[in-house]
Structure formats: structure tokens, C-alpha cells
């Protein structure tokens, strides 16, 4: 089976994108060719690449599959209703005509009327040991994105003599972890169609993450402490300084959510959508 898969930009296109298709054996461009489709079997549009590239592929007659993570414009739109986000979403399938729908949460997947395919953990990441005391607190992310809640972590920290370390090189040099959107990084679509891939790593290198409630967590359900407010992340530290408490999540099990296990389901998947186009 040829696949081709098409996108731009970092982040979850380098996930979902370059190392998911290295996985598949897949053909991964930013821009393709007329030979690069000629030879695909199913194409895979990632993100913003459905509307860019949707038209071109349906030229040549070949099934595409929509993995509609991230799809909308950010920060712009992070502050859409639930209405209107969804309404975005039909708009956006309407106007693509996939064969199916990836969604980077279950949520999103029902939405969509499509399939759900979590995140893959970063490559590399195998469970650390916990350490007798708490020292870093890390977070995966800019830091723009933290709005108050890096605040309020860093001041809590600082409070208890720990570091707090932002996008550190190994997470399991970090004792907990945190999750947080604030202000135009946060909203109805943030919280319900953001894939699970801070929990997914957090699980992969042990470490127990602090996060407020969105689908991706209660989806992925990673060991750790959801918050609601600023004043909630005293408990959560208190509860996690226990040593006890954090070596449950240094033994908490990834669940197929490695690269491997990620990639032969969405192997499967496409198998299917070439089986039904072909039928």
C-alpha cells in the first residue's frame, strides 16, 4: 500500500507527519507532486493541508483520509463556541470530502463521525525510576501558552525550592509535570479536540502531570492531579510530593501508545479506506 501524506509546518505535523509516515514507510511532502499522487493509494491530508490540498487530490480520483488535528486557525479561533466550533468542523469535511475523518480525541472522532488515533509518545521515552524528593517541575510547550498558570506554578515552586523548567531536554529529568492553556490559547476546541500528546509523554517517561480537565486527559487518563483554579496547585504538589504517589505513575503502563502500536493501527485504517475505495 502507497501512502502519501501532506502537511507543513512543526509540531503535530513533525509527530503525525514525519515520524508517524516514517513508521507507515509512507511518502511525506509539504508539496506534492502529480507522480507523487499518481503513485499513492490513499492520500492523508494533515491539519490545514484538507483545504490547501483537497481539490488537487480528488483530480486524480484518489480516496482521501482528513487527520483534522489542530485544523482550525490558533489563537484566532480558540475562542469559537461550541456552535460554531463544530459548525467549523462540518464546514471543513463538507468542503474536503474525505473518505474518513482522524480525530486527534475520541471527542473530536464522534464529532466527526470518523476514527479516533491518539498520539504516539516521543520516541526514546522509557520509564525513569521516581527520585526520593520533588526538585523540577517541567512543561512541554511555549510558554506563552501558559498565560497565569505559569504564573502561579513558578511562584509555587519558587515557594517550595523547586525549579520549574520549561521544555526540558528529558522529562524524566523533571519530578512532575504540568498541562495548562490560559487566555487565547485556551477554549472550547483547545479542551475538547487537542490531542493527549503532553499526557501521552508524560506516561512514556513515568511522571505524573498536572493538568485541568479536558477530553485528551480523561480520554488518555495519565497518573497525576487535575486542577480548576490557581489555588488548587498547592494540593496538587502536596499530593504528588509523596514519593509513593509518583512511583504509581512511574509504573503505569503506555497502552499501545507507542510509535509501533500507533502506526499499525493507522496502518490498519488505511488499509480499509483502499479496501472500500477498490470495492
Request: net charge positive; aromatic share 8%.
Amino acid at each position: 500500500m502507497n501512502i502519501l501524506m501532506i502537511g507543513q509546518g512543526k509540531g503535530s505535523f513533525e509527530v503525525r507527519g514525519r515520524q508517524l509516515g516514517g513508521a507507515l514507510g509512507a511518502r511525506v511532502v509539504t508539496v506534492p507532486s502529480d507522480d507523487d499522487v499518481r503513485w499513492a493509494d490513499v492520500v492523508v491530508l494533515i491539519k490545514r493541508a484538507g483545504q490547501a490540498w483537497a481539490t488537487y487530490v480528488h483530480g486524480f480520483k484518489k480516496p482521501i483520509v482528513w487527520d483534522a488535528l489542530d485544523f482550525w486557525e490558533q489563537p484566532q479561533q480558540n475562542g469559537l463556541s461550541e456552535q460554531e466550533s463544530k459548525a467549523l468542523l462540518h464546514a471543513m469535511i463538507k468542503r474536503i470530502r474525505p473518505s474518513l475523518v482522524i480525530g486527534a480525541t475520541e471527542a473530536m472522532a464522534r464529532e466527526a463521525h470518523g476514527i479516533y488515533l491518539p498520539h504516539h509518545s516521543r520516541e526514546g521515552l522509557t520509564p525513569a525510576p521516581a527520585r526520593e524528593v520533588v526538585s523540577v517541575v517541567g512543561y512541554e510547550g511555549h510558554k506563552k501558552w501558559l498565560g497565569k498558570w505559569g504564573h502561579a506554578v513558578q511562584a509555587e515552586c519558587k515557594r517550595r525550592g523547586w525549579q520549574f523548567v520549561i521544555n526540558p531536554p528529558d522529562l524524566r529529568a523533571c519530578d512532575i509535570l504540568v498541562a495548562f492553556r490560559d487566555g487565547q490559547w485556551d477554549g472550547w476546541m483547545c479542551r475538547q479536540w487537542k490531542s493527549g500528546v503532553k499526557y501521552v509523554n508524560a506516561m512514556s517517561a513515568g511522571r505524573p502531570i498536572i493538568t485541568t480537565a479536558n477530553c485528551a486527559e480523561a480520554e488518555i487518563a495519565p497518573d497525576g492531579y487535575r486542577v480548576s483554579t490557581e489555588s488548587g496547585l498547592v494540593d496538587a504538589f502536596d499530593f504528588l510530593e509523596s514519593k509513593g504517589r509518583r512511583v504509581e505513575a512511574s509504573e503505569q503502563s503506555i497502552g499501545g501508545l507507542a510509535l509501533p502500536e500507533v502506526a499499525a493501527t493507522y496502518r490498519n485504517i488505511l488499509q480499509g479506506v483502499v479496501k472500500a475505495k477498490a470495492a
